[in-house]
Every structure is written in C-alpha cells, then in structure tokens.
C-alpha cells in the first residue's frame, strides 16, 4: 500500500532563516507530486506541483521554492523566511499515470510552521 | 482563483442529524471530489464522482452532482461526533491533474 511522509509536524523558526520541508511516498512509482498552504480556517493554495524528477511548476510566486531530487522526494525550501510564510504545509500526490481525469490526491499529515 | 465554493461555510448540528454541505463551481469538470480534513490534519479523500454520473453513495455518505446547475451537494446522514471535521470539494478540469480546492465547510456535530 501507498504512504505519504511528511517531516517535520512542526517548526518554529525566527525570520530569515533557511527552510526545508521534505516529503516522500512509498509504494508508488513515477507519481505526480504537489504542495499546498493553507492558512487558519482557509482553503488550500497549491504552491508547486511536478510530474516527474527535476520538473517543477510554480503555481505563485513567492518566497519557497521546491525540488524533487528523486522521484519519490518532494522538497519545500527557503532561503530566508518572512512571517507571512507561517502556515500549515500539506504534500500531497496523484497517480502519474493516464490523463489524471480520474485522480484522486492523497495527503500527507502536513507541517504547522510558525515563523516569528 | 476558486474553483469550487462550499456552502455553508459553518455547519453545526446535533449527534443524529443529517449534514448537507454544497459545493458550486464555474467551469466544465472532468470529475469532482470531496475530502475530509480533521483539525490539523491533512486532507483524506471521501467520494469522487465523475460528470456522467449523478449520484454516488459511500456508507453514510451521499454525493449528488448536477452538470447543469454547476452544482454538487454532501449528505452525511445520521452524524456522529466523530464526524466533526471541515470539508472541501475540489474539481477536475480538461486534461489537468491538479484539482481546485474550495474554502471547505466547517462542521460541528454535538454529542
């Protein structure tokens, strides 16, 4: 069966400072890839999606960037952290198989960063 | 831009009751799906139901979807407590992969 990791569950860090959010799957291959922001009490803002290693697309532009070294690894970055950037992260993936028509995603237990 | 839009935004009901929570959206899908998100958690994937389909059942759950009016509805019926969590559709268009996530609705059920 298929898991989602994420990692950490939560982080504090003071602004300015460097970020790293990591997510891996297990138990697929070749999957489509995504990470979300939402803010309390809010919808879901997708931030980067990818289909496959090393192809990354930006949904908004900001401060994060992400990465995906290897096709199961989806990586959040930042190099210096603003406090708007507080805020509950979710990875998440879909088959990479077909026209996705059909695909549902599936969610990892998300980071809750606090910047101060 | 929001695809979908859940309504109401708040819902609070006693053990028991149904729960009916609406989800509109403004262009052609491909298929629409509901997700579950307990407080602090990440999303869990309920029903999806694609456009040639009208209706879908899942346990308690009951998922309504009409084409024409741009339109689907969630119905839990005979709630729990455990039931308490914020819900959100999300579309599928064209030949996209990334689904477009409503605000969600937030429901309340009291023991």
């Known amino acids: 069966s298929q898991t989602i990791h994420q990692w950490p569950a939560t982080l504090v860090q003071p602004v300015g400072s460097p970020l790293s959010l990591e997510c891996t799957v297990e138990?697929?291959?070749?999957?489509?890839l995504y990470w979300y922001r939402q803010a309390a009490g809010r919808g879901l803002q997708l931030l980067f999606y990818?289909?496959?290693?090393?192809?990354i697309s930006s949904e908004v532009p900001q401060n994060l960037s992400a990465s995906r070294p290897q096709d199961r690894q989806f990586i959040l970055s930042s190099k210096k952290l603003l406090l708007s950037d507080s805020g509950f992260y979710l990875c998440a993936w879909s088959s990479g198989s077909g026209s996705g028509s059909y695909n549902e995603q599936f969610f990892g237990p998300g980071t809750r960063l606090t910047v101060l | 831009s929001q695809q979908g839009e859940e309504d109401p935004q708040a819902l609070s009901i006693q053990e028991g009751e149904n729960a009916t929570m609406n989800c509109s959206y403004k262009t052609s899908i491909n298929n629409l799906q509901w997700y579950r998100q307990n407080s602090g958690r990440g999303l869990v994937h309920l029903i999806l139901?694609?456009?040639?389909?009208r209706e879908k059942h899942s346990g308690r759950l009951r998922v309504t979807l009409d084409t024409s009016k741009k339109s689907s509805s969630l119905l839990i019926t005979a709630s729990r407590a455990a039931d308490t969590a914020s819900y959100f559709c999300?579309?599928?268009?064209?030949?996209?992969?990334?689904?477009?996530f409503g605000r969600g609705t937030s429901l309340i059920v009291h023991p």
């Open positions: 138990g697929t291959s070749n999957p489509n």
């Open positions: 999300a579309t599928l268009s064209g030949g996209s992969y990334i689904p477009t």
């Open positions: 990818s289909v496959g290693i090393g192809q």
């Open positions: 139901i694609r456009s040639n389909e």
